[in-house]
């Protein structure tokens, strides 16, 4: 295997990390960032006001690109493992 190839990998097993990663830790973010702006203006400090909502945010999120995120995984174990008979593992 090149270094061209082992780079190649890398680059496209990053871009799949961002892409199944991405909408649910942004989601989580997003939502967490609108609570704890409406913690501080009323003052009320409940930890539990904070994780109930990222979490229905998540899975929602979840719920609604889980279609694309099995696509993309698995495209992308295909092209992992065309490439590794292409090379010439077993």
Same mark, same amino acid.
């Given at each position: 295997?090149? %270094?061209?190839? &082992?780079? +190649?990998? $890398? *680059?496209?097993?990053? @871009?799949?990390? $961002? =892409? @199944?990663? #991405?909408?649910?830790?942004?989601?989580?973010? +997003?939502?967490?960032? &609108?609570?704890?702006? &409406?913690? +501080?203006?009323?003052?009320?400090? %409940?930890?539990?006001?904070?994780?109930?909502? =990222?979490?229905?945010?998540?899975?929602?999120?979840?719920? @609604?690109?889980?279609?694309?995120? $099995? /696509?993309?995984?698995?495209?992308?174990?295909? *092209? $992992?493992?065309? *490439?590794?008979?292409? /090379? #010439? #593992?077993?």
């Amino acid at each position: 295997m090149q %270094e061209a190839d &082992v780079a +190649a990998a $890398l *680059r496209d097993s990053l @871009l799949v990390v $961002l =892409k @199944l990663g #991405g909408p649910p830790l942004l989601a989580g973010l +997003a939502v967490g960032l &609108v609570i704890s702006v &409406v913690q +501080a203006v009323t003052q009320i400090n %409940e930890a539990t006001l904070a994780f109930v909502p =990222k979490m229905i945010a998540v899975c929602a999120v979840l719920a @609604l690109t889980g279609s694309f995120m $099995l /696509i993309t995984l698995s495209d992308y174990a295909t *092209r $992992l493992f065309d *490439r590794l008979v292409a /090379i #010439g #593992g077993s």
